[in-house]
């Protein structure tokens, strides 16, 4: 009797939940007949976007678990190549140190000059603006010139910056800028630096120019005196599709960092000092064919990207308040 009454008293405590289950169905199975226009249009980019990005993601996480030479089938190995990058492989925990480092110094002052250049150019007039825009937004256009950053930083005092140096008695002997460890990562800074000024500061200029001006009107009523408060009240805010999206492409760029590095530094750099995590990838990949290990480490830089793209959209939506 007691177990008919226990399971009575259950069927009543499920019914209401399976109720909510399917109104919840009915309803999401309106939305989708009433928007079947929209995500028919949306299909195309949908099977584009799975086929070659969330795809391939999905067969790197499982490759990662795998030992893959691409000649053999692979063999399942589990969380041996993700042991060995963080026990036994030194150059690969050199190159995450090198990463973090760029992508902290070069992320943030960049993502935020291209802002501020965006916002002092806003101000200028039509023609000069278009100049002016043209003339920051030449380094992205420019090939990645690397060519004059090796004229610039040559070890012999034909370089431009040690003939300065040594002109001016700043120094006795040219400066082995591009071969001494110690001196690799800060160039590799300063360059990113110049090729920084790319797509992220087109997208704030765009930005600027569509925000509503009637805000500001709207704004000096509400109490709003200056700049600043213009700043971050109003454009700040009105900006963050922009402000996203630069975000994206600036922690993208700061994390994937290679051919600067090979370029610049060579391949592989003096005692790993321009290392990366893309570069160590691009030697397992790319030349050994170790594709399991590779795909490993593949993985950690996409976690790594995922959780810095979290954390900067959990900032931004601080923004104005």
Known sequence: MSAVTTETTRSKSKQPLQQRLGIHQRTMLRTLKANRPSYVMLAPFFVVFFTF?????????????TDFNMLEF?????????????????????????????????????????????????????KLRAFVTLVFYAPALSGNAFIVWKLLFANDSYGYVNAFLMKNHLILEPVLWLTSPKYILLILIIVQLWLSLGTSFLAFIAGLQGLDKTLYEAGAVDGIRNRWQELWYITLPSMRPQLMFGAVIQITASFAIAEVSTEIAGFPSIQYAGHTIVTHLNDFGGIRYEMGYASAIATVLFVIMLGSNLLVQKMLRRVGE
């Open 74 to 126: 692979p063999d399942w190995v589990g969380l041996q190549n993700y042991a060995r990058l963080f026990v036994t492989d030194e150059v690969f925990l050199i190159a995450v140190k090198n990463t973090l480092l760029l992508a902290t110094i070069t992320g943030p002052i960049s993502y935020v000059a291209c802002f501020v250049l965006a916002w002092l150019i806003n101000e200028l007039s039509p």
């Open 53 to 65: 990005t969330v795809f391939p993601v999905i067969v790197s996480m499982l490759l990662s678990l």
